[in-house]
C-alpha cells in the first residue's frame, strides 16, 4: 500500500474483460435457476459470483502480493471498528429519514417477512414461539455484530479485485476523485444483468413485485449512485489501513444490515422503492453519500503509515 501504483492499462482492461464477462454469463445462469427453479440456487450462485474479481485480477497478470495482508488489528482498531458498525448505523439513519418522509410505508405487521416465499413465515416464527418483534430485534443483533464477519470472507473476493486491484489503477490514471468515482460506477455496473433478470435490489427480488419507473435502466443507474458512495468509504478506509480486511469487512457489514430496512416496510412500492428504505435508495443512501462526499472533497489522501 505504500509502493506507488504505476497504471497498467493492458492489465486494467483485461481485468475488466474477464471479471465482467464471467460475472455476466454468471448472472445469467443465476437469474434461470432463480426465475425458474429455486431461488435459493440462483442466490448461492450469485454469493459465488464474488470470487470473480479476484479470479479477474489473476487471470489479468496482476499480483495478489502488496495488498495488505497483515490486518494490523492493534494499529487499526479504529477503521475496523468504522468498518464493522458504520454500515448498521447509516444503514438505520437512512432508514428512519425515509420513514419519516413516507410514513405510511412503515409496517409493523411483519408481512414483509412472508413476501414473496409463499409461506407464512410468521406464523412458523409463532409456532416456535417467536413474535415478529423478538424475530426483528434477533435479526438486528446478527447483522449488527455476526454477519459481517460471516459476509468478510465472500466480500474478500470482491475487494481483492475492486479495492486491492482496480481502484489503484484508476487513482494512479486519472486521480483521486475521477478514479474513485470511475470505480464505483464500474462496480454498480457489474451488477446491471441481476437488476434487470430478477429485480435486484429495487424489483420483484427485493420485494417490489409493482416493478418502477423506467425499469431497469433507472434501477441501474440508482444502484451506481449507492455503490460510488460505498466504494469512496471502502478505499478510504483501506487507504487509511493499509489492510484489504477493512474494507472486506466494510462491505460484508453493509451486505448484512443492508435488507433489515425492507422488513419494516409495505411490500410493492413501486417507484419510491428507488428512493428506500434500503440503503441503496437515493434518499436512504444520504448519510453514506454526505461522508463519501466529504472524503472526496478532501482530494488525495496520504497514504497508510507503516
Known amino acids: 500500500m505504500t509502493d506507488k501504483i504505476e497504471y497498467n492499462r493492458k492489465q486494467v482492461v483485461k481485468y475488466l474483460i474477464w471479471t465482467f464477462a464471467l460475472a455476466y454469463a ?5 437469474a434461470y435457476k432463480w426465475n425458474n427453479v429455486d431461488a435459493s440456487i440462483g442466490a448461492l450462485i450469485v454469493a459465488a459470483m464474488m470470487f470473480v474479481p479476484t479470479l479477474g485480477v489473476l487471470l489479468a497478470g496482476g499480483k495478489l502480493k502488496g495488498m495488505g495482508w497483515n490486518p494490523r488489528i492493534r494499529k ?6 468504522i468498518a464493522w458498525f458504520m454500515p ?5 439513519l437512512g432508514a428512519a429519514l425515509y420513514f419519516l418522509v413516507f410514513p405510511r ?3 409493523l ?3 414483509a417477512v412472508s413476501a414473496g416465499t409463499g409461506t407464512d413465515v410468521l406464523a412458523q416464527l409463532e409456532a416456535q414461539g417467536l413474535t415478529f418483534g423478538l424475530y426483528l430485534l434477533i435479526s438486528v443483533i446478527e447483522a449488527a455484530f455476526f454477519a459481517p464477519l460471516l459476509n468478510m470472507a465472500l466480500a474478500l473476493g470482491e475487494e481483492i479485485g475492486w479495492r486491492g486491484f ?4 484508476l487513482k494512479a490514471r486519472f486521480g483521486s476523485v475521477t478514479g474513485r468515482i470511475l470505480g464505483g460506477v464500474i462496480w454498480g455496473a457489474w451488477h446491471w444483468p441481476l437488476i ?3 429485480g435486484y435490489e429495487y424489483g420483484a427480488s427485493a420485494m417490489n413485485n409493482a416493478g418502477y419507473f423506467g425499469f431497469p435502466v433507472t434501477g441501474m443507474l440508482v444502484f451506481c449512485v449507492s455503490t460510488v458512495a460505498w466504494g469512496i468509504l471502502h478505499d478510504r478506509l483501506y487507504e ?3 489492510s484489504i480486511w477493512v474494507p472486506s469487512l466494510l462491505h460484508g457489514a453493509i451486505n448484512a444490515s443492508g435488507g433489515l430496512p425492507l422488513l419494516l416496510c409495505l411490500t410493492d412500492t413501486g417507484t419510491v422503492r428507488l428512493l428506500g428504505p434500503a440503503p441503496n435508495g437515493l434518499l436512504a443512501c444520504l448519510p453514506f453519500l454526505v461522508v463519501a462526499l466529504s472524503v472526496l472533497l478532501r482530494g488525495k489522501d496520504a497514504p497508510a503509515e507503516e
Not at 454468471?26 to 443465476?30: G, L, N, S, T, Y
Not at 487499526?76 to 471498528?81: A, D, E, K
Open 109 to 111: 405487521s411483519g408481512a
Open 105 to 107: 410505508h412503515l409496517d
Open 196 to 198: 434487470w433478470l430478477i
Open 88 to 92: 448498521i448505523v447509516f444503514t438505520a
Open 240 to 242: 487509511r489501513s493499509g
Open 26 to 30: 454468471i448472472q445469467f445462469a443465476a
Open 76 to 81: 487499526n482498531i479504529g477503521s475496523f471498528l
Open 166 to 169: 482496480l481502484y489503484p489503477q
